[in-house]
């Protein structure tokens, strides 16, 4: 199982990134998969999900309404669009899917949001 996150970088407060997930070693289509982001000294926060089936779920409610998660099952790819941007989502962000008997999270890209 591979998860390889990408599009992190340093954005303007109110900016757009997109970020990506590219997803290996095991039947995609059939996973959900998840976003999720850290900032040091801090317990990771899960922010959205995408089922097979396409259902999204966000968990957080600082980011409902800017952040949209979808999926490419034909290239085994997930996206994370971020909009009007803010300070507080500074964070490592990572992607991942839970595979019995645990949840796999790639390495990480980061998001650092600031003028």
């Known amino acids: 199982v591979q998860l390889k996150e990408s599009g992190g970088g340093l954005v303007q407060p109110g900016g757009s990134l997109r970020l990506s997930c590219a997803a290996s070693g095991f039947a995609f289509s059939n996973y959900a998969i998840s976003w999720s982001r850290q900032v040091p000294g801090k317990e990771r926060e899960m922010v959205i999900t995408?089922?097979?089936?396409?259902?999204?779920?966000t968990y957080l409610g600082a980011v409902r309404g800017r952040f949209t998660i979808s999926r490419d099952n034909a290239n085994n790819m997930v996206y994370l669009q971020m909009n009007d941007l803010k300070p507080e989502d500074t964070a490592v962000y990572y992607c991942?899917?839970?595979?019995?008997?645990?949840?796999?999270w790639g390495p990480g890209t980061q998001v650092t949001v600031s003028s």
């Open positions: 995408i089922t097979s089936r396409d259902t999204t779920t």
């Open positions: 991942g899917t839970y595979i019995a008997p645990q949840r796999r």
